[in-house]
């Protein structure tokens, strides 16, 4: 198999956001990707950016992937970027996992997806040779329509007087059921995140990924995963996926600014706004702010591929850095586009003007979990002054 290099990747990316923007009001429209669309992120080899060699994927650096996805975004469509990020990501994800439930997902089809719903949900009880999860909801399933198995969220309570072991389950996606009405969202509403709901399905041990064994250095998936890329933490390291198509569509919004600003008159005799000194401020001020926080969620990411290249293991203190940093981020770009909507007018309201879908997308991006930035400025204040963090998400 011939592997593009990144620079191709981001090329190809960059002559697809067009096509993308096209698209962008049928995907709303739909509550998820359109097929096409995830076609051709498939055939450009998106999903394999971060996916191991061992089945067929590039295992590339995690900045590949940021570059793609926020080019895919600054054409115009957060939902699409958000979908590739997130589908990808997860092949980062599965390259941990036990061989035997990557050989369970990718044995007959190294094209097949994964979608991720976190958030533990379910009455689980342990059988022999796995575990049995009944009922349970679990939301956020971002690009579920395209997957063919979900790893779901669940606690096994060991009766061993520790708290109940956190894990991810691999579930093929004939088990369990898409709520497709559960997604009617502000922002992002092509992403598709709707909820999954299961009946009653068993679990064989080795299809059981801990999430709180992996912060301990536990990562079955290292056995055949040997290369740089998965000799990083399984956590904070992938975090800027979430970040980067908030980073394109803060670029979406200052370009589609700039553009309409050299044509726009402001209305009672205002004049040009091209020639209004708050507008240029505000034009190159958010150019500064996007450019900032985008080079801080770099410098966290290359410090962590440098280390593991070395075969160093990253600080505590740098990989809170790093949560906080894309969290951080997030809130940056968040406020540049705030800055930029808000010098637009009455027409960015229009629910087809691309700046009044930044605006909606960044907000949205911006409040998930894994990008609060009170939990993140916290938890790397506390790790900073040598306190406990009680963080699971360092390892």
């Given at each position: 198999?011939?592997?593009?290099?990144?620079?191709?990747?981001?090329?190809?990316?960059?002559?697809?956001?067009?096509?993308?923007?096209?698209?962008?009001?049928?995907?709303?429209?739909?509550?998820?990707?359109?097929?096409?669309?995830?076609?051709?992120?498939?055939?450009?080899?998106?999903?394999?950016?971060?996916q191991?060699?061992?089945?067929?994927?590039?295992?590339?650096?995690?900045?590949?992937?940021?570059?793609?996805?926020?080019?895919?975004?600054?054409?115009?469509?957060?939902?699409?970027?958000?979908?590739?990020?997130?589908?990808?990501?997860?092949?980062?994800?599965?390259?941990?996992?036990?061989?035997?439930?990557?050989?369970d997902?990718?044995?007959?089809?190294?094209?097949?997806q994964?979608?991720?719903?976190?958030?533990?949900?379910?009455?689980?009880?342990?059988?022999?040779?796995?575990?049995?999860?009944?009922?349970?909801?679990?939301?956020?399933?971002?690009?579920?329509?395209?997957?063919?198995?979900?790893?779901?969220?669940?606690?096994?309570?060991?009766?061993?007087?520790?708290?109940?072991?956190?894990?991810?389950?691999?579930?093929?996606?004939?088990?369990?059921?898409?709520?497709?009405?559960?997604?009617?969202?502000?922002?992002?509403?092509?992403?598709?995140s709707?909820?999954?709901?299961?009946?009653?399905?068993?679990?064989?041990?080795?299809?059981?990924?801990?999430?709180?064994?992996?912060?301990?250095?536990?990562?079955?998936g290292?056995?055949?995963?040997?290369g740089?890329?998965?000799?990083?933490?399984?956590?904070?390291?992938?975090?800027?996926?979430?970040?980067?198509?908030?980073?394109?569509?803060?670029?979406?919004?200052?370009?589609?600014?700039?553009?309409?600003?050299?044509?726009?008159?402001?209305?009672?005799?205002?004049?040009?706004?091209?020639?209004?000194?708050?507008?240029?401020?505000?034009?190159?001020?958010?150019?500064?702010?996007?450019?900032?926080?985008?080079?801080?969620?770099?410098?966290?990411?290359?410090?962590?591929?440098?280390?593991?290249?070395?075969?160093?293991?990253?600080?505590?203190?740098?990989?809170?850095?790093?949560l906080?940093?894309?969290?951080?981020?997030?809130?940056?770009?968040?406020?540049?586009?705030?800055?930029?909507?808000?010098?637009?007018?009455?027409?960015?309201?229009?629910?087809d003007?691309?700046?009044?879908?930044?605006?909606?997308d960044?907000?949205?991006?911006?409040?998930?979990?894994?990008?609060?930035?009170?939990?993140?400025?916290?938890?790397?204040?506390?790790?900073?002054?040598?306190?406990?963090?009680?963080?699971?998400?360092?390892?």
């Amino acid at each position: 198999m011939s592997i593009p290099t990144s620079e191709d990747l981001i090329q190809t990316a960059r002559d697809m956001a067009p096509a993308m923007a096209e698209r962008a009001t049928r995907c709303e429209e739909l509550g998820q990707l359109p097929d096409d669309t995830y076609e051709d992120f498939r055939q450009a080899g998106f999903y394999r950016i971060v996916q191991p060699k061992a089945f067929g994927g590039y295992e590339m650096d995690l900045m590949t992937l940021f570059d793609v996805s926020k080019e895919i975004a600054r054409g115009g469509c957060a939902s699409s970027a958000w979908v590739l990020s997130i589908l990808a990501i997860h092949n980062y994800y599965l390259g941990f996992f036990d061989p035997k439930a990557q050989q369970d997902i990718w044995g007959e089809d190294d094209n097949n997806q994964t979608c991720t719903p976190f958030n533990p949900s379910g009455t689980v009880t342990k059988v022999a040779g796995g575990i049995e999860v009944k009922g349970g909801r679990w939301a956020f399933a971002s690009g579920c329509d395209h997957s063919a198995f979900a790893l779901i969220g669940v606690l096994i309570d060991h009766q061993d007087g520790n708290p109940p072991e956190f894990c991810q389950c691999v579930v093929p996606r004939g088990e369990y059921n898409i709520d497709q009405d559960s997604w009617n969202v502000a922002g992002l509403r092509g992403s598709g995140s709707k909820d999954l709901t299961v009946d009653e399905i068993f679990v064989p041990q080795h299809r059981i990924f801990s999430l709180s064994k992996v912060t301990q250095g536990y990562a079955p998936g290292r056995e055949i995963n040997t290369g740089t890329l998965y000799k990083q933490s399984f956590f904070p390291p992938s975090i800027n996926s979430l970040v980067a198509p908030a980073c394109g569509a803060a670029l979406h919004a200052l370009d589609t600014f700039e553009e309409k600003m050299k044509s726009r008159t402001l209305v009672f005799g205002a004049g040009d706004q091209i020639e209004k000194v708050p507008s240029l401020i505000r034009l190159v001020e958010a150019e500064s702010e996007i450019d900032m926080a985008e080079m801080l969620i770099k410098r966290d990411s290359l410090e962590l591929m440098k280390l593991a290249s070395r075969g160093e293991t990253a600080s505590q203190q740098l990989l809170a850095r790093t949560l906080h940093s894309n969290a951080y981020g997030s809130d940056v770009f968040t406020r540049a586009v705030d800055r930029l909507f808000d010098a637009s007018g009455g027409g960015a309201l229009q629910n087809d003007h691309p700046m009044q879908r930044a605006w909606r997308d960044v907000h949205t991006i911006n409040n998930h979990g894994g990008l609060n930035f009170d939990t993140t400025a916290e938890l790397y204040g506390k790790v900073r002054m040598g306190l406990p963090s009680g963080s699971a998400l360092l390892g």
